[in-house]
């Protein structure tokens, strides 16, 4: 056991070298951040999903610190150190362990440690040249590693958030339907719940503290909810303050005002989720739903397609690549374009690289501006597993 554990660690230690000298041919300048990162950093801009798989610990100065569960956020933290004006191009590549705790024990497809070699062009003017150039460096470097028979699974949160932006609907729902694409069950409950005011969604202890509310007079709500909890005995658990609270029953007296959202504008988004299929035949999927809605996002369209001709021209094949409408990665920091490569049939085990681009990360990581960004990350264990044949 010890001796081809010594050897997979050689194979794994061969793989990042050659990584890192593709990625430094490119352009790219190796960066090796911190371990150890400020949790605020990522539990806030991570998303759920990895917020409740990250290592986090309090030092015995006080601070709350967290092993990386991902390498981006730190090679961000980098560019704002070297470039505190946020001006400068940069590209960016790295090597290195992350860590995430896994629900039912680590296993080879999902070990708490593990390995990413990835790249980040970072304040690049051309953004569908820069996600072109992105994406062919990560396919030529799996490629150089052996893998062979992958797939591409595309998504893009730019058509998504154009989409919602072109509805008619109060800007606070445009924001909550924003914050809940990356959980579909979560989102379909909110559907249902903008289609009917709250309707069936509230207990009737909580209805009718809702009912309550003035949502013209957020300082007697918060009265309101403090008298509420205090008669009711009832403590405050979690992270969650009195004010948020009293926010999120605010939302809930704000909804029933308004009208319901429509059966048509419901369909017509869990028809936009639904779309998926070769690339091109999905915008014009998606042109069609938008046009017959009589909604424009033809500029999103357009950044699409031009997308898609610039992979054409880069010479990657497009006939490799799925795109899906509700594809977003478990990622929440993603604006606009996100892809995965993937060993089809594989499982997790399969989930080779993915990436996308960020535009608004670095500006809360201390950028005084935002930066546009793109970047991708390898996971090597699973790279050199699907080379050896052990993707399953």
Not at 40 to 55: H, K, P, Q, V
Not at 167 to 189: G, I, K, N, Y
Not at 206 to 231: F, I, N
């Amino acid at each position: 056991m010890a001796a081809e554990s010594a050897l997979r660690f050689e194979a794994l230690e061969a793989q990042a070298s050659a990584l890192t000298e593709l990625f430094k041919e490119a352009g790219y300048e190796p960066v090796a951040p911190s371990i150890l990162q400020p949790a605020s950093l990522f539990l806030d801009r991570m998303g759920e999903a990895i917020r409740a798989r990250t290592y986090v610990f309090t030092d015995n100065d006080g601070e709350e610190l967290c092993l990386r569960p991902d390498l981006t956020l730190p090679v961000g933290r980098i560019y704002v150190a070297r470039n505190p004006e946020a001006q400068q191009e940069a590209r960016y590549c790295y090597n290195g362990p992350a860590f995430r705790y896994q629900p039912g024990g680590a296993k080879v497809a999902g070990p708490r440690e593990f390995r990413q070699a990835g790249i980040e062009y970072i304040g690049g003017g051309d953004h569908v040249r820069a996600e072109a150039e992105v994406l062919t460096l990560v396919i030529s470097a799996v490629r150089a590693a052996g893998l062979t028979g992958y797939r591409i699974s595309l998504g893009d949160l730019g058509l998504f958030s154009a989409l919602i932006e072109a509805l008619d609907v109060p800007e606070r729902w445009r924001l909550r339907l924003r914050h809940f694409f990356w959980r579909p069950p979560s989102f379909h409950d909110l559907l249902k719940q903008l289609s009917s005011n709250g309707k069936g969604m509230l207990g009737k202890t909580e209805a009718r503290l809702v009912g309550r509310l003035d949502p013209d007079d957020p300082k007697a709500a918060l009265d309101v909810v403090s008298k509420y909890l205090k008669r009711t005995k009832t403590p405050l658990t979690g992270t969650r303050t009195l004010e948020e609270i009293t926010g999120r029953l605010l939302d809930h007296a704000r909804d029933a005002r308004e009208a319901p959202l429509s059966t048509k504008t419901v369909k017509l988004i869990e028809d936009y989720l639904a779309v998926s299929g070769p690339p091109r035949a999905a915008l014009a999927r998606i042109d069609d739903l938008v046009s017959a809605a009589k909604l424009d996002i033809s500029s999103a369209l357009e950044t699409a397609r031009d997308r898609l001709d610039n992979f054409a021209a880069s010479g990657i094949e497009l006939g490799d690549m799925e795109f899906r409408a509700e594809f977003g990665r478990d990622l929440e920091y993603y604006t606009g374009f996100v892809f995965q490569l993937e060993v089809p049939d594989a499982g997790r085990a399969g989930h080779i690289a993915g990436g996308g681009r960020y535009d608004t990360l670095l500006e809360g990581l201390g950028a005084p501006h935002a930066v546009p960004a793109v970047g991708s990350a390898i996971h090597t264990e699973r790279l050199l597993a699907a080379v050896e044949g052990g993707a399953s």
